[in-house]
Structure formats: C-alpha cells, structure tokens
C-alpha cells in the first residue's frame, strides 16, 4: 500500500510542483523503512524473545531522520530543533557502531 502510495505521488512531482510533491515522497519512503523496522523487531523478539537494540536503534534514526526532512519542507527549523536533533542523532550513532562493534554474541 505504502510504494502504490508513492507511485502516485510521483504523479503530483510530474504533473505539479516539485516541492510539495518531492517532500511527500520522501516522507513517504522514509515512513515505510521505519515500519520495516519495526516489523524486523516483532518479528525477531518473536522468534528470539529478545529485542536486538540494532534494530530499535535503526528505527529511531530513520524516525528522526523523517522529521528532518518533513522540517526542511515545512521550513520551520530553529537552532534549538537542530542541535536537537543533531545531538540525538549523533548519540544514536556512536550506540549503534557501539552494538556492532560489541555484539553479545
């Protein structure tokens, strides 16, 4: 449902403005790998009866990364938004290289 979602925004990109549409699509694309990931991590709790924080972590990047990129077409970012978001993402990658540098296994 998501990708037929985003074929047909492309029509908006070619038949509309190019802003609006482009933006819609990225946020839509970005949307559908958040919920990937999260299926991944049903699925291998499931599977495993644990969560593997490389999965949650990657969640939670590709979430902030959405609202970076919905805040960069609505234009509504200030300095305390960015650090923000600068920080948690920065924080996220150092436990993510950390997870797969130290993995339990």
Do not use: C, W
Not at 36 to 42: A, G, H, S, V
Not at 69 to 75: I, R
Request: glycine share 8%; aromatic share 12%; charged share 15%.
């Amino acid at each position: 449902m998501g990708v037929i979602n985003i074929l047909l925004d492309i029509k908006s990109i070619l038949f509309g403005t190019l802003g609006g549409g482009f933006g819609q699509i990225v946020s839509s694309v970005l949307t559908i790998f958040i919920l990937i990931d999260l299926f991944k991590t049903f699925v291998d709790y499931r599977e495993h009866e644990e969560i593997r924080i490389t999965y949650v972590t990657d969640a939670t990047i590709l979430i902030v990364m959405h609202e970076i990129a919905a805040g960069v077409y609505a234009q509504r970012f200030d300095y305390q938004f960015i650090l923000g978001l600068s920080i948690l993402l920065f924080s996220l990658g150092i436990i993510r290289a950390l997870d797969v540098k130290y993995t339990p296994k």
